[in-house]
């Protein structure tokens, strides 16, 4: 067994948070110090991550840092190693999308959402133009362009949800748009036949936005998000701990006060019992979790 599964087993299987904190540091300083081939180096960058992000003692900025040397490293190694544009667009966008979850992960949100937005422009311009993109995120043949979207799409829901200073109409636009990538990405909403991709798993955050958002005429889009999301979510204990997470969420959007309080209760003992510190810090800010005697958030 490898460090890095090591890692995994620490963060992502429950059995130490702690060291798995400890350990992803570790991978960071491997980047820094030993300079690992590009591969390896993408696969440190993401097992770091991961527990840096939301565990005991979480410095997402430090994960921010090292991912920004990271592409740095990417662009100065292409002149030589000659990656495919493919390859390079791939590493491009997965440094990207690791910067900008940290970001959105330390509170600088609007930063994180114009990161997002630089991968999506990327995208959208590889593709073809819009159009062209639509086309190829319904594809029921996996493609490169809806991995890259599948990737970054998750956070710029998440960021969007939490800038601030953007314009009414641009956060209108934005939502509109993360709303028409993920229904491209689920074709006549059939979560059973969508193609699963790295990072179909973060399409419950568009969930959460659609949810927050309220609109009755989103409901056939939030119950296919809720179903994908049964399909992609990780087994392991980190990705079961969070789903009580998204039950409120869908309680809260049906008006289902019962349900959301049993499921905030479930979400708080989970959270608490993972040690997910950044995850308890935003529920407590946001008054996320539905209390006794309490009333659903208005629709906004």
Known sequence: MTDM?????YWRGGEDPWHGVHAGR???EEILTKDPPTDKMIRL???AAEPMFDGPGHAPLEVERVA???GREI???ARWERFSRETLYS???IITVVRARALHCAGKSREAFDLAR????MVESAAGGRAALLRQLSSRVPNVYAEWISRVLGIMAASLRRSTGLSVATRRYWRLEIRTLAMALLPGLDAERAVIYPGSESLVQVLLMLTEMGLAED????AALAAFDERTRPKDHRGQSTIALREVALAKYRGDVGRAVEQSDLALRNLIDGHFERHLDVIDEQDFLQHEDEEPDDAD
Request: no cysteine; aromatic share 4%; net charge positive.
């Open 91 to 93: 590493y491009r966008t």
């Open 45 to 47: 960058l993401l097992v």
């Open 118 to 121: 630089s991968v999506h422009a």
């Open 26 to 28: 570790k991978h960071l």
């Open 5 to 9: 599964d090591n890692t995994q087993r």
């Open 219 to 222: 409901g056939e889009l939030i």
């Open 75 to 77: 662009e100065a190694r």
């Open 68 to 70: 920004k040397l990271v």
